[in-house]
C-alpha cells in the first residue's frame, strides 16, 4: 500500500512539472518558415527572437481561454497535491481520498476543455509554416490530461490502510 501512495504521489508530481512546462514553453507548435524554425506557444511566437503571439480579434477570445484553462488545470492539480497530503496524515484508516480525487477531476476537465479549445482554433492558423506540426508542449499537455485522469480516478477508490 505504501508503494501505492508513493507511485501515485511521484506521477502526481510529475503531471503537475509537465503541466508546468507545457503552459510556460512556447513550443505548441512547430514550423519552418523562411528556413528558420518557428514554435508558437500559448503566450509567444518565437523563432531567434520572441514576440508576442499575432492572433486576429476573433481567435483572441479562445486563446485567452486556453491560457486560462491551463492556468486553472495547474492550481487545481497544486491544491489536489496538497489536498492528498493533509489527507494523507489526517484521514482515518479506511476512509477514501475523495477531494484529492474530486480536485484531480477538475484538473481533467481544464486540461481537455483548454487543449481541446487550442486544436480546434489554433492547429489550422499556421498554415504559412513548411510542414508544421505539434510541439512536445501539446504532446505533454495530452499525457498530462491522461495522468490527471488516471490519478483522479486512483485517488477515488483509494483507502488508507
Excluded at 22 to 44: D, K, Q, R
Excluded at 60 to 82: H, N
Excluded at 122 to 146: D, K, M, N, Q, S
Amino acid at each position: 500500500m505504501l508503494v501505492l501512495l508513493a507511485g501515485i504521489f511521484v506521477v502526481h508530481i510529475a503531471t503537475v512539472i509537465m503541466l508546468f512546462v507545457s503552459t510556460i514553453a512556447n513550443v505548441w507548435m512547430v514550423g519552418s518558415y523562411a528556413t528558420e524554425t518557428v514554435s508558437s506557444g500559448l503566450w509567444l511566437l518565437c523563432n531567434r527572437t520572441c514576440d508576442t503571439l499575432p492572433v486576429s480579434s476573433d481567435d483572441e477570445a479562445a486563446l485567452r481561454a486556453t491560457q486560462a484553462f491551463m492556468i486553472l488545470s495547474i492550481i487545481f492539480s497544486v491544491i489536489a497535491l496538497a489536498m492528498f497530503i493533509v489527507q494523507l496524515f489526517t484521514l482515518e484508516k479506511g476512509k477514501r481520498f475523495y477531494i484529492t480525487g474530486a480536485i484531480m477531476l477538475v484538473c481533467w476537465m481544464c486540461i481537455l476543455i483548454g487543449v481541446s479549445i487550442y486544436t480546434a482554433r489554433f492547429t489550422g492558423v499556421f498554415r504559412e509554416f513548411e510542414r508544421p506540426h505539434h510541439g512536445y508542449c501539446f504532446i505533454l499537455a495530452w499525457i498530462c490530461f491522461c495522468f490527471s485522469f488516471i490519478i483522479g480516478i486512483l485517488y477515488l477508490v483509494l483507502r488508507k490502510k
